[in-house]
């Protein structure tokens, strides 16, 4: 594998995503880890970081990684360690270097830069520069602002680059990683799914034994695809519970039942909680407030169910790479630290041991893997959908009612995005409904209705999204059957807000 060690540059998740795009096993790790913990390590990347080497309390990686003999790649503060571990003299810029810059190569026979053209376009976002270069090693780049942009000690196996190649602006930046892990460190495209689900299997038994696993299914695509990988592993050991909250889409309960259940048998548990969910959010209007009560319910709901069942020794959960990234904790540094609800927000009294068979995959690794395991892409291929599920789509008060008409209007959204195949080019469609009523007009009569909100927006990783530019057609088309086809509305309107300043979500 390949070892990321991570000094909380919010560029590290790329790194990885690059490498394992090129099916080469790597991990992310802290970057002040022990270096013995891991095995058959074939390179080393030292990231990026907020901080400043030269600071008394800058995280360093282990000084055991200079002597193994395996190549590494320091990246921006990656390459600030190197320099300072051999002699070299990082100093704050005067200029702080943010955004596209062309960097000269000086030395295109250098194995990192082989295939590289005289000039490249690369990403810079530093604020710190070498002034003074390490000793022994020498200069293989340079930009305007950065007379050292790429340094090496070859017969040391150190590479040090300023810029960051993992980011997409970089041009060439995907040819460089490329070459330090195929070129410099030899590593084999050996990562692939099928191998994954393998060895996974064989790790999931060897844990498990003959034990118990419990698991909350959502019908989400993580924790589908984490529990359809736990039953090829322990087949009725596995205990999966459904907790039908009454807040998902339309014909929730009924697919997870079709598809689930045709495959764990009496091993699905379906809890009805819906008249309990509603009373708890019995007039509550503060979107947070609602958060709070629905996660408590359902930790509620899935603990009694579990304290019925005998002998559960694990809890499965669907984790993913990215949340483990997210959460890792760097002391010294002073990267934002941001806590996910899968790893932070575990119920305090479930006494489980936790399996996460997914924690090491990106998003679309477990959408290759679900397609492997055959997880039918009405489940794979869904859109992103809130833990919360509707209560955030109802605005005010939940209502069974205001549930019931929501429901019906998103179930149109989506079946005329289907139809007019969008349904795999956009990020997000659903239907909002809102706590007011407007005055409308069906027939010779008056009506006083609901309005509903149609969003549908386009994103890459949900942090900013774009209002996508639907047809007028196809907004008629939803918007009359809505009004005709769903009682007690008599408005639709499109929310043309982008993200930021909006949310995706409108609580
Ligand atoms: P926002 O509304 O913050 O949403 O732009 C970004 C993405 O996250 C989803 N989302 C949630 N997911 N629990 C979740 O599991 C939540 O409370 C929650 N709120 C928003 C949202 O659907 C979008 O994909």
Redesign the pocket.
């Known amino acids: 594998m390949i070892l990321i060690l991570d000094f909380g540059s919010q560029y590290t998740q790329l790194i990885a995503r690059r490498i394992r795009e090129e099916k080469v096993y790597c991990e992310v790790q802290p970057g002040d880890s022990f270096i013995n913990k891991y095995k058959n390590i074939k390179g080393i990347i030292l990231s990026g970081s907020y901080d400043s080497v030269y600071l008394n309390n800058a995280i360093m990686p282990d000084t055991k990684i200079w002597n193994l003999g395996i190549p590494i790649l320091g990246i921006c503060y990656g390459m600030q360690l190197i320099a300072r571990q051999f002699n070299g003299k990082v100093v704050p810029s005067k200029h702080r270097e943010f955004g596209l810059a062309i960097v000269d190569i000086l030395d295109k026979e250098n194995e990192l830069f082989l295939g590289l053209n005289n000039k490249e376009t690369l990403w810079m976002s530093h604020g710190d520069k070498l002034v003074k270069i390490p000793d022994n090693f020498s200069i293989i780049a340079k930009s305007k602002n950065s007379p050292y942009a790429a340094i090496t000690n070859i017969k040391k196996l150190l590479y040090g680059v300023q810029f960051h190649p993992e980011v997409k602006h970089s041009v060439n930046g995907k040819l460089i990683i490329n070459n330090f892990i195929f070129k410099i460190c030899k590593a084999k495209r050996d990562w692939t799914m099928k191998s994954y689900i393998t060895e996974e299997i064989k790790k999931i038994k060897k844990i498990v034994n003959s034990k118990k696993v419990l698991c909350a299914l959502s019908g989400g695509v993580d924790s589908s695809v984490a529990a359809i990988i736990m039953y090829k592993a322990i087949k009725n050991q596995l205990i999966c519970v459904y907790v039908d909250h009454g807040l998902q889409r339309l014909g929730e309960t009924d697919r997870i039942k079709n598809i689930f259940g045709n495959i764990f048998k009496e091993n699905l548990i379906i809890v009805n909680a819906k008249k309990l969910f509603l009373h708890k959010l019995k007039g509550i209007t503060d979107p947070e407030q609602k958060?709070k009560i629905i996660g408590r319910t359902f930790i509620d709901v899935f603990n009694a169910e579990a304290k019925k069942i005998e002998n559960i020794e694990f809890l499965l959960q669907g984790t993913i790479y990215p949340d483990i990234i997210e959460s890792m904790h760097l002391k010294g540094s002073s990267s934002p630290i941001k806590s996910h609800?899968n790893v932070g927000g575990l119920p305090k009294d479930i006494c489980f041991k936790l399996i996460e068979p997914i924690k090491f995959l990106f998003k679309d690794e477990i959408r290759a893997i679900g397609k492997e395991l055959n997880i039918p892409l009405e489940i794979l291929n869904r859109h992103?959908?809130?833990?919360?599920g509707l209560a955030?789509r109802v605005l005010g008060e939940v209502t069974e009612e205001k549930l019931n008409i929501l429901k019906e209007a998103d179930n149109i959204v989506t079946e005329e995005i289907r139809k007019a195949k969008l349904y795999e080019k956009v990020?997000?469609a659903f239907a909002i409904i809102l706590p007011i009523k407007t005055v409308g007009i069906m027939g010779d009569v008056r009506t006083y209705e609901y309005v509903i909100v149609i969003r549908v927006v386009n994103?890459e990783d949900?942090m900013t999204?774009n209002w996508v530019k639907l047809s007028h057609e196809l907004l008629e088309k939803m918007s009359s059957r809505i009004t005709n086809e769903v009682k007690g509305v008599n408005r639709v309107v499109y929310d043309i807000s982008n993200?930021p300043p909006s949310?995706?979500?409108w609580e």
């Not at 992103?384 to 919360?388: C, L, R």
Request: no cysteine.
């Open positions: 958060r609800h992103p959908f809130p833990g919360p955030i990020w997000q994103s949900a999204a993200k949310t995706i979500e």
